[in-house]
């Protein structure tokens, strides 16, 4: 639904700050309209803290570990259905320093499901393994014979790096001074993918109890989970003791 809002002028308006073919001429300076591609990173930024927060919150290490299970397995059924994004926010908030120093929490945890998917999304290479996902996803869904097999959730963030990379790596007119299509071209086949998979109807009913609780369940911040970090599994050595000192006397106003 959230990717169903951003339109393909929204890329052109977040990295086109001139005319594509004219030097001098300004366009688009005035009014750039890319909100709901701004919100779907905000998006993705909230799973993310998300994340890293319900595994922070809990006081005891058995329900640390179990809330940090759950996730893999919410993550290992976005990669299986193909929705890269929300896999790597949650991959991400699990691999956020407050999450990852939680050592006695890990040591309860079965990891091997989730180092596969860390594995699947390294950005080693380019992020090749992810790439390679990404292109079995894609043809999937050219083939599908369901809604469920046609879902193509990229993983965002990379989408407008290599779309942006492309429209400033590449140079808009060839040395001859003709127009350089096949750099256009290879904007518009990246662009037009992302319209395609945009416009595959979500195939899952909504959870009203769901929905609410990822619009308004409340999310640390950085200080805030290092805080609830610091107390759920002490200090390790003497920086992190002199941080935590730190927090507690900023947030919970104790010495």
């Known amino acids: 639904e959230r990717l169903s809002h951003i339109g393909p002028e929204e890329?052109?308006?977040?990295?086109?700050?001139?005319?594509?073919?004219?030097?001098?001429?300004?366009?688009?300076?005035?009014?750039?309209?890319?909100?709901?591609?701004?919100?779907?990173?905000?998006?993705?930024?909230?799973?993310?803290?998300?994340?890293?927060?319900?595994?922070?919150?809990?006081?005891?290490?058995?329900?640390?570990?179990?809330?940090?299970?759950?996730?893999?397995?919410?993550?290992?059924?976005?990669?299986?259905?193909?929705?890269?994004?929300?896999?790597?926010?949650?991959?991400?908030?699990?691999?956020?320093?407050?999450?990852?120093?939680?050592?006695?929490?890990?040591?309860?945890?079965?990891?091997?499901?989730?180092?596969?998917?860390?594995?699947?999304?390294?950005?080693?290479?380019?992020?090749?393994?992810?790439?390679?996902?990404?292109?079995?996803?894609?043809?999937?869904?050219?083939?599908?014979h369901s809604n469920r097999e046609k879902i193509v959730i990229p993983f965002f963030s990379l989408l407008i790096k290599d779309i942006y990379?492309?429209?400033?790596?590449?140079?808009?007119?060839?040395?001859?001074g003709h127009v350089n299509f096949e750099k256009f071209l290879e904007l518009a086949k990246q662009v037009g993918e992302f319209i395609t998979w945009k416009q595959v109807e979500c195939p899952f009913e909504q959870d009203p109890n769901i929905i609410h609780y990822l619009h308004t369940a409340p999310i640390f911040t950085e200080d805030g989970l290092y805080l609830a970090s610091y107390e759920s599994e002490s200090p390790e050595n003497q920086t992190e003791k002199d941080r935590w000192k730190s927090l507690r006397s900023t947030i919970l106003g104790k010495t």
């Not at 701004?38 to 998006?43: C, L, S």
């Not at 759950?70 to 956020?96: Q, T, W």
Request: hydrophobic share 40%; aromatic share 12%; proline share 3%.
């Open 11 to 144: 890329f052109v308006q977040a990295f086109v700050h001139k005319d594509p073919l004219d030097g001098t001429k300004t366009c688009f300076s005035e009014q750039k309209k890319t909100s709901n591609l701004e919100a779907y990173v905000k998006w993705f930024n909230r799973l993310c803290y998300l994340v890293a927060t319900e595994i922070c919150m809990p006081a005891k290490k058995k329900q640390r570990a179990q809330v940090i299970e759950f996730f893999i397995d919410v993550a290992r059924e976005c990669f299986n259905i193909g929705n890269f994004n929300s896999l790597m926010a949650i991959i991400s908030g699990m691999n956020m320093s407050p999450v990852s120093r939680l050592k006695k929490t890990w040591s309860k945890v079965k990891t091997a499901k989730f180092f596969i998917l860390e594995h699947q999304m390294d950005p080693t290479g380019n992020f090749y393994n992810y790439r390679t996902a990404l292109r079995g996803a894609a043809h999937r869904s050219l083939t599908a």
């Open 165 to 176: 990379f492309l429209n400033e790596g590449c140079a808009n007119r060839l040395p001859n």
